[in-house]
């Protein structure tokens, strides 16, 4: 089973003490400043809260201009972002504050350029846009702020993604889920997160949340939620900005090493919320046990015994204070509830917690309380939480509090389909992240061997096989209970087996529900992709989502009308794409549909084909973000033929990478 990795906070907030010239606003110091950037077109910033009814203004003085730097609402600090590659060398610059009523701030920074260093930040990919998805659908349900995207740090997690999965095995003492070695070891940028999100000139950073060994973006921001101080970081009320990176060794099944990286920023407090609860009132689909974390928040509090097992507990629940509103909890009263009947639990508060990871010292609980029920939660039911104690407000003085709310648990996982093609066995059903294959069967004189299970989206377990396989016994991670024993059956299609490169997607996408074959058992993947067939593809992938009227479309056969008709309503298809239902699509339509059916914008960093003047421009954009996040790659010439058509093989892993990206977050809480 998956389990969890630390979270760890590295970020100083520096504010000036009152009654100093510069007490009208809050601020960090500015940057870049005492770096070498690996970046050659620099963010200068300053981070500052004005006081309520003041204002703050910022010039750059650098490279002989006099800059006047805009204030970032976002960011809450004054930015402006280099337009123009730096070459290699050092700079000094200079950032004045102005506020009303008080003398100016004058920093002056000196920082250096690297050689090689990216000539400009990089544009969001898809990990950065679903974290940012993710993040503001729970943080909205909780009334805390909205985050932003920052491209540095975008930079900064992918680098450290790839050089935890290209040097763990190399340097298995020194590299740990945040740290770097010495500046031998291969992609070395910095030893903590925020000297790597100082390189590539970030705003703030220096927090960092990471999992590895899981090749799906969405569900490992979920497993984060899951837990308790890596929760709390990301709904810190601070938060402004993050970036999303992900690595992983080539591997045709997506279950190689792999590594997940969110770097984030934090400001001043935003928080509209005064206490937020997780999970919060009302919400459905949560899962019924605790799968671990480190640091553990149960050490010393649970039995020992319990500490090391999985499931370690039931789900926690949590409330948590506006820390800058509130200094200290005290709990007198905490129960979880189901019908009336008490749940056995644990406390965990700043009274009972004791940091026991010597790696990353000081996590503390904070102004935040958990309850961990002792046994995991039943599916599909219903719990009430109820907490009482005192607080003590920022003021000094303390005050009462009273929290009651309510949550219900997921369905339990359930198995519809057992089958084995290619060297890997699949296992189809729903809700299947809380199972495992746990033992198989053979038949005499066979030698089989089971990979590790990778787990895709709740609806679909993998695992690479050797030798036949006849039968699988799963099991419930979360209860230990036996599902069942199954029966390994044929492959869903005929013809797609080891000698297509596409095969696990194809099986991935109809696990998915994307496609589907043909009468006669077959899936043809070397048969180019119709107009038709891929808009169906994509349909579904949304969901199939019913149309107004009659879905009828004239030259479209019966089984993609409803796909069609929803096309144009949506605008993934417009009327001078060149759409036909019969034809093959050409390579630059169905990059610009898929990305249109996801919602994405167009890209405008051209990854630079070489036949790039050829591609029509109503889909340039289009190809160019598609190219860029690796969901549609060119040819080894450089090229990327823009009106080549796309066998259906190949566009089944174009769909699925994205739709393994991007997950509606009310599918995952």
């Given at each position: ?562 796909a069609v008709a929803w096309a144009y309503a949506q605008n993934v298809v417009l009327p001078g794409d060149g759409f036909s239902a019969y034809a093959p699509a050409t390579r630059a339509q169905l990059a610009t549909w898929l990305w249109r059916a996801f919602g994405l914008p167009p890209g405008s960093a051209a990854p630079g084909f070489t036949d790039a003047a050829s591609i029509p421009k109503t889909f340039q954009g289009y190809v160019d973000a598609a190219a860029a996040d690796g969901v549609v790659l060119g040819y080894p010439d450089g090229s990327f033929r823009p009106n080549a ?25």
């Amino acid at each position: 089973m998956r389990r969890i990795v630390p979270f760890l906070t590295l970020l100083a907030l520096i504010v000036m003490p009152v009654g100093s010239a510069r007490a009208s606003f809050s601020y960090y110091d500015p940057s870049p400043n005492g770096v070498t950037l690996l970046v050659a077109t620099p963010v200068f910033s300053l981070q500052a809260l004005p006081d309520p009814g003041s204002s703050v203004a910022c010039t750059l003085q650098f490279e002989g201009q006099n800059i006047t730097m805009p204030y970032d609402q976002q960011q809450q600090g004054c930015l402006y972002q280099w337009p123009t590659p730096l070459g290699p060398g050092s700079y000094t610059a200079t950032i004045t504050a102005t506020s009303p009523g008080v003398a100016p701030l004058v920093d002056t920074l000196q920082f250096s350029v690297a050689q090689g260093a990216l000539s400009s930040l990089p544009q969001e990919n898809l990990q950065s846009i679903e974290a940012q998805r993710v993040l503001d659908f729970v943080r909205n349900e909780l009334s805390l702020p909205s985050v932003g995207f920052d491209g540095a740090l975008q930079a900064a997690s992918q680098d450290h993604a790839q050089y935890f999965v290209t040097n763990q095995n190399l340097y298995p003492a020194s590299v740990s889920m945040h740290s770097e070695p010495s500046s031998q070891a291969s992609g070395f940028t910095g030893t903590w997160p925020l000297d790597r999100d100082n390189a590539f000139s970030a705003v703030a950073g220096g927090n960092e949340v990471m999992v590895a060994g899981d090749p799906s973006g969405p569900y490992s921001l979920q497993g984060l939620f899951d837990t308790t101080f890596h929760r709390f970081g990301l709904l810190d009320p601070t938060l402004t900005a993050i970036g999303a990176g992900m690595f992983q060794n080539p591997s045709t099944d997506l279950s190689g090493q792999s590594a997940y990286v969110v770097d984030m920023d934090t400001g001043f407090d935003q928080a509209t919320a005064f206490s937020w609860a997780f999970p919060w009132n009302g919400e459905t689909n949560v899962p019924i046990a605790f799968e671990g974390e480190d640091p553990d928040p149960l050490a010393n509090i649970a039995p020992a015994a319990q500490t090391q097992a999985l499931p370690e507990s039931g789900y926690p629940v949590s409330l948590t204070f506006d820390p800058s509103q509130v200094q200290s909890v005290a709990v007198s009263q905490a129960t979880l509830s189901q019908d009336g009947t008490a749940v056995p639990t644990y406390l965990v508060d700043a009274a009972t917690y004791e940091d026991q990871n010597a790696t990353y010292p000081g996590e503390t609980m904070g102004t935040s309380v958990a309850l961990f029920p002792q046994q995991p939660l039943q599916y599909q039911t219903t719990y009430t939480a109820s907490m009482s104690g005192s607080l003590t407000l920022a003021s000094g003085h303390t005050e009462p509090f009273a929290e009651t709310w309510s949550f219900t648990t997921g369905a339990a996982p359930v198995v519809t389909d057992v089958y084995e093609d290619g060297g890997t066995l699949f296992v189809e059903g729903q809700n299947l992240s809380q199972s495992y294959v746990s033992t198989y069967w053979f038949p005499g004189g066979s030698n089989p061997t089971l990979g590790n299970p990778s787990y895709q989206g709740g609806h679909l377990i993998t695992a690479p096989v050797t030798g036949t396989v006849t039968k699988v016994e799963l099991t419930d991670g979360s209860t230990g209970k036996v599902l069942g024993d199954y029966a390994v059956a044929a492959a869903p299609f005929t013809d797609t087996g080891s000698s297509s490169s596409s095969q696990y997607y194809v099986d991935a996408d109809h696990a998915a529900g994307l496609v589907q074959g043909y009468p006669d058992g077959t899936f043809r993947p070397d048969a180019a992709v119709t107009g038709a067939q891929a808009i169906a593809m994509l349909y579904r992938a949304m969901g199939s989502p019913s149309t107004l009227g009659d879905p009828a479309v004239a030259g479209v056969p019966a089984w993609a009308s409803s796909a069609v008709a929803w096309a144009y309503a949506q605008n993934v298809v417009l009327p001078g794409d060149g759409f036909s239902a019969y034809a093959p699509a050409t390579r630059a339509q169905l990059a610009t549909w898929l990305w249109r059916a996801f919602g994405l914008p167009p890209g405008s960093a051209a990854p630079g084909f070489t036949d790039a003047a050829s591609i029509p421009k109503t889909f340039q954009g289009y190809v160019d973000a598609a190219a860029a996040d690796g969901v549609v790659l060119g040819y080894p010439d450089g090229s990327f033929r823009p009106n080549a058509t796309v066998e259906r093989g190949a566009f089944a892993i174009w769909a699925w990478r994205l739709h393994a990206a991007l997950i509606s977050p009310q599918v995952l809480f």
